[in-house]
């Protein structure tokens, strides 16, 4: 297993397009987290599923921001008409719950740049 | 709402001196802890993690300490390095979400 990977790396993407990104988690792992980190800061939660099932969003997660984990491997990210705002980095990462905690194991981001 | 603050913001210091870095959380009621390094325009890599049982960890140059009672960490660098530059982030404070500090920016110059 080769960790969490993310897809693409780096997006560069007109004002108003929609655009999809992907993360396969480590494959022992059921619970995936999305976070957005913009330059100087900590990564802010968006949201996370146990398995398949979205257990949690954020406030920040408008309703242009649509996230899935079907059959409870990869996920996507999808942000629908997008805005400058939404320029910043995307990380995804998983963790195995068992009731303890076992730690986060962070993918590498996804750059999105909105011009 | 749960908010970490972590000190100092940014840090420059020559290679060889130990360092101490801090983590607090406006909530005192931390179950887990973890804190990770990341280089500029990368992901983040795990450095230490503290369980609810745990009150601190080490691994090689780095010790990672946790009080739950002030809700208060601190990760200790000792013999600092440049290859130690980046950006030491914190977060807690349970297993469900972990919330991040902005981090502490540290350059080690030889």
């Known amino acids: 297993d080769t960790g969490v990977s993310q897809d693409p790396r780096h997006k560069i993407t007109k004002r108003g397009q929609n655009v999809t990104f992907r993360c396969d988690p480590i494959s022992e792992h059921n619970r995936l987290y999305w976070y957005r980190q913009t330059l100087g800061q900590g990564p802010e939660f968006l949201t996370y599923?146990?398995?398949?099932?979205?257990?949690?969003k954020s406030r920040l997660l408008s309703d242009r921001f649509s996230a899935e984990r079907p059959k409870g491997s990869f996920s996507t990210l999808e942000i629908q008409r997008t805005e400058q705002g939404d320029s910043a980095m995307y990380l995804c990462?998983?963790?195995?719950?068992?009731?303890?905690?076992?730690?986060?194991?962070f993918g590498s981001g996804t750059r999105l740049t909105v011009v | 709402k749960q908010e970490v603050t972590q000190i100092p913001a940014a840090l420059s210091v020559p290679e060889g001196e130990n360092l101490v870095l801090n983590c607090s959380f406006t909530d005192s009621a931390i179950y887990n802890l973890q804190w990770f390094r990341q280089d500029p325009g990368k992901g983040l890599t795990s450095l230490l993690l503290i369980q609810s049982s745990q009150r601190e960890q080490t691994s090689g140059r780095l010790n990672a300490s946790l009080d739950k009672s002030s809700g208060r960490s601190t990760l200790y660098i000792a013999a600092s390095q440049p290859g130690d530059s980046a950006t030491y982030l914190c977060a807690g404070p349970n297993t469900d979400k972990l919330i991040f500090g902005t981090g502490t920016r540290l350059q080690v110059f030889p």
């Open positions: 599923f146990q398995n398949e099932a979205q257990l949690e």
């Open positions: 990462a998983s963790s195995l719950y068992t009731g303890t905690f076992e730690g986060y194991t």
